[in-house]
Structures are given as C-alpha cells and as structure tokens.
C-alpha cells in the first residue's frame, strides 16, 4: 500500500479528513491540468502545503503538529507573538515588565528631544503600598545649571576621576552588538560620561569614539588573558594605559547570575570579540565562576592595589551583587588590616538586568538591589570607611526620580544599562539572548546591527542622559538642598500599608560612623561583622 494510503488507514477522522481534502484537490488539480496546463501553477502553493502537511503527521517530535497538521503551526506562531500582541495592543500604561509603558516612553521621548511632560495628573495609585515621593520644601532653589561631579578616586589614586552621578551600566561587546557600542560610547564622548566595558574586554569600538571609559575585568580577565586564561599584568598595563580608560572595576558578580560563571560559545567568537578579548577565534570561552588571582579578601586587597600600580594610579574598584554578608564585611576587615581601600564598590541588584541568565539565578538568588545598597552603605559606615569608598549601584535606573531616590538612600551615583538601550531604540522585545534583536542592540546579526545608524543613536543617547540629569537637579530644588550629597533618608518616603507612611531613615537601621567596630551594630550588621575574618571568605 503507498504511504499516503497507508496514513489515511492508520489515523484518526480529522486526519482522514485532511489529508482526503488534500489527495482529492491535488487530483482535481491535475485533471484541470490536462485541460488547461497553467493550472499547474497551484502547485507553487498547494505542492509546499502538501508536503507539510505529510512532514507534520510523520515527525514524533510534536504532538501538536502529529494531531493537527498545517494548522498546528499556528500555535507556534502565536506563542512567539504573544509578548508582542500585548506590548501593543493590550497592555494598559501601568503594565510591562520589567518596565510599563510610560517608563520607557520618557527615555525615547528625552532621547529624541521631544516634549515629556505629563497631563492631566499622575497615571500611579499614589494610595498603593510601594508607592514612594520625595519631601519637598516650600524655601525650594532654582534648580542648578549643571551637576557638580563626583570625584572618584582617594588619596592611593594618582589619577582620580570626575565623575557624572549617571553613567552607562556594564554591557559587554559581544552581548551587545558593535554599532550599539559605538553609539553608546560615542554618546557618552558627547554628554561628558562614563561607558563601563562589561567584561568582555575593550574593544576598538570603545575606543574610536573617545568617550570614557570603565575597563571592567571579569573573572576571564578578558583584554588582559594569559593563554592559560589567567590574569596577564603587561596586557594589562599596556591596554589600561590608554587614555580613554578612567577606571578600573573588578567583577565578582552580577546581579543576573550571581555566583555563576559564564560561557561564550566559538560561533559568537568572530575577529572582533577575539581581539577584544584576547582570545582564538571560532573557540568557545569560559568564564569561571571565581577569580583565579585571589582566594582571600586579604589578597584581594592587593590584587587590587596591583591594578591600581599597573594602571598608573587610576581609580580601582570591585562589582558585586551583594550576597553573603559576612563575606563582604569580611572585605571590609581585610581594607582595615591591609590599608587598600577601593576607590568605588559598585553594588548590582539581585533582580537581574541585560545578562541573560537561568530564570533560577535571576529570580532568586542575590539580593534585591534596594537591600544590598542600603547594607553595603551601612556596613561601609560602621566600618568607618564610608568617606574613603564611593558606592555606585545599578538597577532599574530610569529617570532623574530613580536616580535621587538611590543617592538618598547611600549612593554616591548610579549605572544605566538598560535606560541606555531604550536611548538607543530597544522596544523590551526581549530577544537579547537569541540573536534576534529587531532593533539591532543586543546582536552580532550584521543585517540587524546595520538598522543602528550610530550617527542618529549616539546623540540620542547623550540627550537622555542629559534631560535626566536636568531633572535629576530639579528634584534637589524643589527638597531645597544644592548638592546630591545632601539627599538622605529621611527625605524619601514610602507607602508600606494602605494606612501607613514612613521615610527610609525608619524603613532601615542606618548605622552611626565605626559602630561596628565598638560592638553596636545591632542585629542586622554586628553578627555578620563578627563573624567575618579578613583571611578568608569562608
């Protein structure tokens, strides 16, 4: 019996039916021909169908394709559009992950130089517990005309930095594509900001643009790799010498994959990223979980004075998504008994951001970003080495509220990874891990990167920055105060019951400077801090 045959006896009645309709049209179909020979031209469309519709009901991979072929494919279809079909069309302004519609229209519309205010009062339940404001003061300033810079780098730092309260958050070549790279940079050149690397290593689309520079080395030491994979100091020296890196920041962890390593497979691997990262094209690279240049906080404490001396004295500091917090008050022991203090500590969210990651690392491991900032300020104070340490975070940094709201509740300033991108055009399709980003933002797709027109990005980019700088500013006025370092606790507040309000000063046991040093921690801080030893993290 032929095979066709063979399935119409041994299937179900829809299947009967379907593939019936489809032997009697193909036979209808060929009689016409002997008529009317164009008629043979339904096979460019019925001949495809045909052999789908075979495929379908032979594979086992499917069920659904094996019951329902053809129409099966639907589901498929429609599976992948469904983020896309409520993006557009049926989500309402308040809704989206992680960011709603009116956050990401601001970033646009500031990008674009376009008109963002809002009428007609505020789209937030401003009854609902998490709702947060600012305490104003009727004797408010004008709101000044420029940001007075954050100086980065301490009495070790030969060559401190200048710094913008808000600066590019890590994005490494490789995850991000290079016309996106170059637009950011080159953003960054024209708004007088940092661009931090990501660890994926400097490459030349860092460079051409001349904006500054944030060299993160991750555990791969990516830029300044031995071929074993271990950390190279003339590599390192040579490529941190060049003038556009300002600062070096040593990556522990990050808010995505805390505590998990990472790999790149050879078919990313193109000659670019191989000479970024100073590793053989077309091989497939590992990140490890740990760094293999320190096992103690003691020693690095000094792996970081080594890139501090490698670099010449510019501004050295470590990235962490805070998770223990023994181990990180034990980096606090190890700054006191050493004398090495990092110039920044920069303190990611456990909610994740631009890295794509397992949903189990994301979702629930590390701590959130509001937790971790407040513990890593308190415990810097308790130490007594607060004045000695800037502390940036990064985190769902979108507009200039964001940006006072962590300033005041103990950072010094903040990173923007994915601000950035919407700057940039990125529409949240959340394609940043296959490839396939629409935008052209998180690609190596030569077709899809060529859509980003650097020259018409990068300004936009730069217009961001500086239309959430200005209302950055226009907060501090409107609470009175002149400087960003002015901002503090008590003077954010937030709903926590429908009937209750209070400021972050009463949200979270802020700690008096040294107090962990005389035994008054209290709960939340002292035992961690006793339990820490400067010679291990264990």
């Known amino acids: 019996m032929p095979p066709t045959l063979m399935l119409v006896a041994g299937s179900t009645p829809l299947k009967k039916l379907f593939l019936i309709s489809l032997i009697v049209a193909t036979l209808a179909l060929l009689g016409a021909a002997l008529v009317w020979p164009p008629v043979l031209w339904a096979f460019v469309v019925l001949g495809p169908v045909l052999l789908v519709g075979i495929y379908d009901l032979t594979q086992t991979r499917h069920t659904i394709l094996r019951n329902y072929p053809i129409i099966g494919h639907l589901r498929y279809v429609l599976e992948d559009a469904r983020h896309h079909i409520r993006q557009y069309l049926i989500q309402g302004d308040k809704e989206g992950d992680p960011f709603t519609r009116p956050e990401r229209s601001v970033v ?4 674009k130089r376009e008109s963002d205010v809002q009428p007609f009062g505020t789209l937030l339940d401003t009854g609902a517990v998490g709702y947060e404001w600012f305490e104003h003061s009727i004797h408010s300033n004008e709101p000044a005309s420029e940001e007075v810079r954050v100086k980065v780098g301490g009495d070790l730092c030969a ?21 996106a790279i170059e637009a950011l940079n080159a953003g960054a050149k024209q708004g007088g900001f940092a661009h931090n690397t990501g660890e994926g290593g400097v490459s030349r689309y860092h460079l ?25 100091p003339a590599r390192f020296k040579q490529r941190s010498a060049h003038a556009s890196v300002r600062m070096i920041e040593l990556k522990l962890s990050q808010g995505a994959k805390p505590g998990g390593g990472g790999i790149l ?20 690279v590992h990140s490890p979980a740990r760094h293999s240049s320190f096992d103690t906080p003691l020693e690095m404490m000094e792996f970081l004075a080594r890139l501090r001396e490698l670099s010449g004295g510019k501004p050295v500091g470590f990235k962490l998504c805070v998770g223990r917090r023994r181990e990180f008050m034990s980096v606090l022991k190890a700054i006191i008994e050493t004398g090495i203090a990092p110039d920044f500590i920069t303190v990611d969210g456990g909610e994740g951001g631009t890295g794509a990651a397992p949903r189990e690392l994301t979702d629930h491991v590390g701590l959130p970003l509001r937790e971790g900032l407040v513990f890593a300020h308190n415990a810097l104070v308790g130490a007594g080495l607060r ?20 300033i005041a509740m103990g950072a010094d300033m903040c990173n923007s990874a994915r601000g950035m991108m919407f700057a940039l055009g990125c529409i949240q399709a959340r394609r940043c891990h296959a490839n396939t980003c629409p935008t052209g933002v998180a690609t190596q797709d030569p077709w899809r990167m060529n859509g980003l027109v650097v020259a018409d990005k990068a300004p936009r980019v730069a217009n961001y920055h500086a239309g959430t700088i200005l209302h950055f500013l226009k907060i501090l006025a409107a609470c009175g105060l002149r400087d960003a370092s002015e901002l503090t606790p008590q003077l954010l507040y937030r709903r926590v019951s429908p009937t209750r ?12 400077p040294g107090v962990l040093r005389e035994g008054g921690g209290g709960p939340g801080y002292q035992p961690h801090w ?6 291990t993290f264990g």
């Open 387 to 406: 004045d000695r340490v800037r502390l940036i975070c990064s985190g769902k940094i979108i507009n200039g509220f964001d940006l006072a709201a962590k």
């Open 108 to 111: 646009y519309q500031r990008a």
């Open 265 to 284: 497979p050879g078919t990313k691997v193109t000659a670019d990223i191989a000479t970024a990262r100073g590793v053989p094209q077309g091989e497939t």
């Open 159 to 179: 060559q401190p930095y200048l710094a913008s309260h808000l600066n590019i958050s890590a994005m490494s070549f490789g995850s991000l594509g290079s016309h």
């Open 208 to 232: 051409e643009p001349g904006g500054d520079l944030i060299w993160q080395l991750g555990t791969g030491y990516f830029g300044a790799r031995a071929a074993d994979g271990r950390f190279d």
């Open 501 to 512: 309000i209070t400021h972050y000063g009463e949200i979270f046991d802020y700690l008096a």
């Open 530 to 535: 006793d339990a820490a030893r400067a010679a």
